[in-house]
């Protein structure tokens, strides 16, 4: 080796420094640390980062088929033609014998929510000859349904444009 490679080598190796080593145990918690802050909002808060209507449906038979929610702003439609009047409907798979529709926005006002366990995946609520429900169904404010659907009034809550929880069971 002639003498500037020498001397570049020495160079090379002082511009480093010394390396200081870290213990595994502070490098491990200093990783855990970041993966928690990085997580912190989805743990502290737990919601939806959009504001909307979110509804957690639970009582459901089994996990066969889906779950529609329909969202209703009138009382035309209710609850029966969900297809063609609701505002917004959302299908989605069952988990675990719960499930849980989001509504993002929505304008403030005045709205009923029906669901129904499509467990055939046919789009409608199956019935008997003599019309009573043979699939699961439920309604915003569990407003109960005797002879018939209830009301709009009856199954209607407001809404202010922030978050609302809802929690709704099935009946079959």
């Known amino acids: 080796m002639n003498e500037s490679t020498i001397r570049k080598s020495a160079a090379a190796s002082t511009v480093r420094g ?3 080593r870290v213990p595994m ?3 491990c ?6 993966l928690m802050f990085a997580n912190l909002p989805a743990l502290a808060f737990g919601q939806p980062p959009c ?3 979110h509804v957690k449906i ?3 038979r089994n996990s066969t088929g889906s779950i529609a ?3 209703f702003e009138s009382e035309e439609g209710f609850p029966k033609d969900f297809l063609q009047f609701a505002t917004n409907i959302t ?3 069952i988990r675990e014998s719960q499930a849980i529709c989001h509504f993002a926005d929505i304008p403030p006002g005045k709205y009923a929510m029906a669901v129904i366990h499509d467990e055939n995946m046919n789009g409608k609520l199956d019935t008997s000859w003599m ?3 043979k699939e699961g169904f439920g309604f915003s404010n569990n407003a109960e349904a005797l002879l018939s659907a209830p009301s709009f009034s009856a199954a209607s809550f407001r809404y202010d444009g922030q978050n609302i929880d809802m929690t709704m069971c099935l009946a079959y």
């Open 51 to 53: 504001p909307g209507i």
């Open 69 to 71: 929610c329909a969202l």
């Open 29 to 34: 918690a200093a990783w855990f640390a970041m």
């Open 18 to 20: 010394p390396q200081r």
């Open 58 to 60: 639970l009582d459901i």
């Open 91 to 93: 299908i989605i798979k």
């Open 131 to 133: 019309g009573a429900p």
């Open 25 to 27: 145990g502070v490098r």
